[in-house]
């Protein structure tokens, strides 16, 4: 394997799919999915992934990546028997969604997909798995078992996908991710897709993949182009009454991160006089499809989440995506605003920011390498700007000592599924 990684600008998009020399079932199906041109980063990726190279796609949440990486597979194996391509996504959530995109691209070309994922019965998974597919989206606990059980063979593997690569080291995937490239045949391409490129990702890539082009597309550490962002200072006990205010002026789709699976139930008893739902962890997948199919439809304007279980989102024309409690990771950030203004559209961020959250502020500016301006909140309040201005020096405060061995598969795979 290559440790090369050779870098490769955006070029100028493709004017239509048809420049990109998919087959025509492929087409059909774009066509009847209502897609008209190619995002940047599928007029970029497409190409060199249809030639068989390696490809690491850089570019923002929302940008289409889904697609990227689904027509080369489609179109490699349309009217093939055997389960030819294996994608990775770091929730369940997620791994649905991408099984929806195989389905409804994949559908005039022949391509049989399942979908194995923790948190379901290891029965469905069998019956999916003796389905004769030719893709198999997974997220990794799950293909561990399957590995572990030899319930599933990987032998025949033409390319492997992984998608939201970042996402898989934040939750700490990386040891299985490197444990399941080890079980697939060592000539095969790499398809893999993120929206940053963490050290350890960057090493894994390294050394399992030949010659890799690297195509970004937009700015790396970047929130969505298209979403207006606007912070506000705000007291803890006024976070709710500013949110009220923001949803009565959002008409459309709106989407509320809260950090704690019992902060987004206690924020859903809250809010009055709104369709809500929530979603995390905790709830029952049925529940959960509801809210997330609900959400869709119409049926609930408002859905409150935690980070991994919105991690699987992908719903057209979110208007308005509100940081209820701001993230302590800073890659976050960028994940929570590319939940609106996905692809061509635009959207609005808005994010609250306690004095507690100063630092978190800074991360977020240092990764992003911009100064975010911030509104106080109610308007003239200043207590934030003037005892504990973001730019200044945080105190340092001391941190619980925890243990760096890696988390058990079990514990990994609840991961998937809880947040």
Request: charged share 25%; glycine share 8%; with cysteine.
């Amino acid at each position: 394997m290559s440790s090369k990684l050779d870098s490769s600008p955006a070029q100028t998009p493709a004017g239509s799919f048809l420049e990109l020399e998919l087959a025509q079932s492929i087409l059909a199906d774009i066509s009847a999915a209502g897609w008209q041109t190619p995002t940047p980063v599928q007029a970029n990726c497409v190409p060199p992934a249809l030639q068989g190279k390696d490809v690491i796609g850089l570019a923002q949440t929302g940008t289409g990546k889904t697609g990227a990486f689904a027509l080369p597979i489609i179109h490699r194996l349309a009217g093939s028997m055997h389960l030819g391509a294996l994608v990775l996504a770091p929730t369940r959530e997620l791994a649905q969604q991408i099984t929806g995109m195989f389905e409804l691209l994949g559908k005039s070309s022949g391509v049989r997909v399942a979908c194995v994922v923790g948190g379901l019965p290891m029965d469905d998974d069998i019956k999916a798995l003796r389905s004769w597919p030719n893709v198999l989206v997974a997220t990794p606990g799950r293909l561990i078992d399957h590995i572990q059980y030899k319930s599933v063979s990987l032998h025949e593997i033409e390319i492997l996908a992984v998608d939201e690569a970042d996402r898989m080291h934040d939750m700490g995937f990386m040891p299985q991710i490197t444990r399941i490239l080890e079980s697939l045949p060592s000539k095969r391409q790499t398809l893999m897709f993120t929206a940053t490129l963490p050290s350890e990702v960057e090493k894994i890539a390294r050394g399992h993949m030949r010659h890799p082009v690297r195509i970004q597309v937009g700015r790396q550490s970047a929130p969505a182009q298209r979403a207006k962002q606007h912070l506000y200072k705000v007291d803890e006990q006024h976070k709710t009454q500013l949110l009220d205010k923001l949803l009565s002026e959002s008409p459309g789709r709106v989407l509320v991160f809260v950090r704690t699976k019992r902060g987004v139930d206690r924020l859903g008893r809250a809010i009055h006089g709104q369709s809500v739902a929530r979603i995390h962890g905790d709830r029952e997948q049925a529940h959960r499809d509801e809210a997330l199919s609900g959400f869709r439809t119409g049926k609930y304007r408002v859905l409150i989440a935690t980070d991994i279980a919105a991690r699987g989102i992908d719903v057209e024309n979110i208007e308005h995506v509100i940081n209820y409690d701001f993230p302590r990771v800073a890659e976050d950030y960028i994940h929570r605003i590319g939940r609106t203004a996905r692809v061509a559209a635009s959207g609005l961020a808005s994010s609250f920011v306690t004095s507690m959250d100063r630092r978190a502020l800074m991360a977020v500016e240092r990764l992003t390498g911009e100064k975010l301006p911030l509104e106080s909140w109610p308007a003239g309040s200043a207590e934030i700007a003037e005892e504990e201005p973001h730019d200044s020096k945080p105190r340092k405060r001391r941190r619980k000592r925890t243990s760096s061995k890696p988390r058990s598969r079990s514990a990994r795979t609840r991961a998937e599924t809880k947040a």
